[in-house]
């Protein structure tokens, strides 16, 4: 793997209602930054009167990591783009027959056309790193797209970007697929991951381990419809099952409540890897254990995202948990005491449909809660 390509300034800011202003792109890409992110896609230069000022402005940051615009194949938006000296361009073609006939109207012979004359014309206008995005790869036939990847190379280009655009793929087939382009190609792969059926981040993952070189991610997996590979839950992913070290998880939460607020989109709090209640717990069974030991029920230390682990006390507790949750309180009580009060404890959690509090578990223990 490379690296991994944020698109949120690109591909988020296409979600419904969703706009992002200069300075909130500025301090997305800075959060990106200390995230560690390898690339970052500025978004798209044709009838952008900002971008300019955002590629001359991100590249002040220190480290900043590769900047890259998206454009269509189209020979005014290709030279368009370039004026403005991108590290990366990403030109775009349809692949599959539904977007060349229903959306263009155009055919097979034509894109072919088009890759070989938007790939020169770049080539002869600038020597920045290129990459092919394969629109709806993912409902082209596949013998079609193994004939534009083979000519993009020959033109020189320096990746493929496979896109599943709405969604459909699931990870053995795409694991499936980027095998098979790898073993054809010898440029860059990259793949793109819709979250139609909740598959993008396991998508991107696989193909990743398929031999994909990059995936693109959004921050908190917005996008088109259902949006894209989350960039928390993949870098995560990466980190602590993959043995990535490149990228600081402690930046995420900071950046994802950044996007919730910028967005109007607020963070579940059970979202993955960022989510404020990922690491609670009310279950007497998993309290018991996280007290013997964490790892017992939690995947990784919660203070490696920015998070606190925190034990609720309701009608799933256990004696053990209770007894857990007194000591944390300053409380020694007897065993005998313990039922009678897991017992006040489950009855009152039950009738009032939550957790109870500290002071509520504190006035059930001392005889003061029902007076």
């Known amino acids: ?3 991994i390509i944020d698109t949120t300034l690109r591909e988020g800011e296409q979600t419904a209602n969703v706009y992002f202003d200069l300075a909130e792109k500025l301090h997305i890409i800075s959060l990106l930054n200390k995230v560690g992110i390898d690339e970052i896609e500025l978004g798209i230069a044709a009838q952008n009167p900002e971008i300019d000022e955002l590629i001359k402005e991100a590249g002040k940051l220190a480290g900043c990591p590769k900047l890259a615009l998206w454009c269509r194949c189209l ?13 990366i ?13 229903n959306k263009l109207g155009r055919d097979r012979k034509w894109a072919l056309a088009r890759v070989r004359e938007g790939i020169r014309q770049a080539g002869d206008l600038s020597s920045c790193y290129l990459s092919l995005g394969l629109e ?3 409902r082209a036939d596949m013998d079609f797209v193994d004939e534009v990847c083979l000519l993009a190379e020959k033109e020189g280009i320096n990746r ?3 896109a599943d655009t709405v969604g459909i793929m699931d990870p053995i087939a795409i694991f499936d697929v980027i095998s098979r382009l790898r073993s054809l190609l010898s440029v860059d792969i990259g793949v793109h991951a819709h979250n139609d059926f909740g598959m993008a981040t396991a998508n991107a993952i696989a193909a990743l381990a398929a031999g994909a070189d990059f995936a693109d991610v959004t921050v908190n997996g917005l996008g088109e419809r259902a949006g894209n590979a989350a960039l928390e839950e993949v870098t995560a992913f990466l980190t602590k ?3 990535i070290d490149r990228y600081n998880l402690k930046h995420l939460r900071p950046l994802s409540e950044y996007l919730a607020k910028v967005s109007n989109l607020p963070l579940s709090p059970k979202k993955p890897v960022v989510g404020k209640d990922i690491f609670t717990c009310d279950s007497g069974i998993h309290i018991d254990g996280l007290v013997k030991n964490p790892s017992n ?3 990784y230390d919660p203070t490696e995202v920015s998070l606190d682990r925190r034990f609720l006390i309701g009608k799933n507790a256990g004696k053990n948990a209770l007894r857990h949750k007194l000591e944390s309180l300053g409380i020694t009580t007897e065993n005998h005491f313990l039922e009678d009060l897991l017992t006040m404890v489950k009855s009152e959690s039950s009738r009032l449909k939550r957790n109870l ?4 578990l504190l006035q059930l223990r001392t005889g003061s809660y029902f007076r």
């Open 1 to 3: 793997m490379k690296g």
């Open 75 to 87: 020979p005014k938006d290709i030279e368009e783009s370039l004026k403005l000296c991108p590290d």
């Open 89 to 101: 361009l990403a030109i775009s073609i349809p692949v599959s027959d539904i977007h060349i006939k």
């Open 136 to 138: 709806d790869a993912s």
């Open 160 to 162: 493929v970007r496979f």
């Open 241 to 243: 099952r993959k043995g």
């Open 297 to 299: 029920y939690e995947p």
């Open 357 to 360: 509090t500290d002071e509520q």
